[in-house]
């Protein structure tokens, strides 16, 4: 998107999404733009405030696709009023964590996903996000020095996920935005 370090974060995700999958081949993009949706839903729930521009990119080979997910880690364990690096999109201004109901809206339009689709990715993430717990809990017992760490990261994973399974859903309600 030609920004710098010291624009990266003064995008909005939606925007990056739609410059993204121009990249893409045509056939590939409504799987693109799901997999940007999936890494910001990943995001929010391990409490990445660091998830900017530079964190997202295309990969070319045969055909163009959305790099792998990286430099997913969570800032909020480091800093517990971190927010989000992006405004998830210039209609919906807000340099805070999203309602699920928010989220979800998003999904549709620039994710291009059915609803059911977004129950599943929501799914996904809640059963990945939890397999972390275990994960940093085990590794916290494990590792010298980062019980504490350990303890923060699955404390907050698990509120965040508890918090976003029990919020309201929008799923009913949503509009769509065609697809070009």
């Not at 890494?39 to 964190?55: F, I, Y």
């Not at 807000?94 to 620039?110: D, G, L, T």
């Amino acid at each position: 998107m030609g920004e710098t370090s010291a624009t990266k974060y003064q995008r909005a995700f939606g925007t990056m999404i739609d410059v993204l999958v121009e990249f893409i081949a045509p056939n590939g993009r409504t799987s693109a733009r799901s997999t940007l949706v999936k890494a910001l839903v990943l995001n929010h729930l391990l409490g990445n405030g660091d998830a900017h521009l530079k964190n997202f990119g295309v990969l070319y080979e045969d055909a163009a696709h959305v790099a792998p997910i990286y430099d997913c880690v969570s800032t909020l364990p480091y800093l517990p009023n971190d927010v989000p690096a992006l405004v998830l999109s210039f209609e919906w201004y807000s340099k805070a964590w999203w309602p699920r109901v928010q989220i979800e809206e998003f999904a549709v339009e620039y994710g291009w996903l059915s609803r059911a689709a977004i129950r599943r990715m929501f799914d996904e993430a809640f059963e990945a996000v939890l397999g972390g717990v275990k994960r940093v809990t085990r590794y916290g017992r494990e590792i010298a020095g980062l019980a504490d760490l350990a303890d923060r990261m699955a404390t907050l994973w698990t509120a965040r996920v508890d918090a976003f399974s029990a919020e309201e859903t929008g799923l009913t309600t949503q509009r769509s935005r065609k697809k070009p």
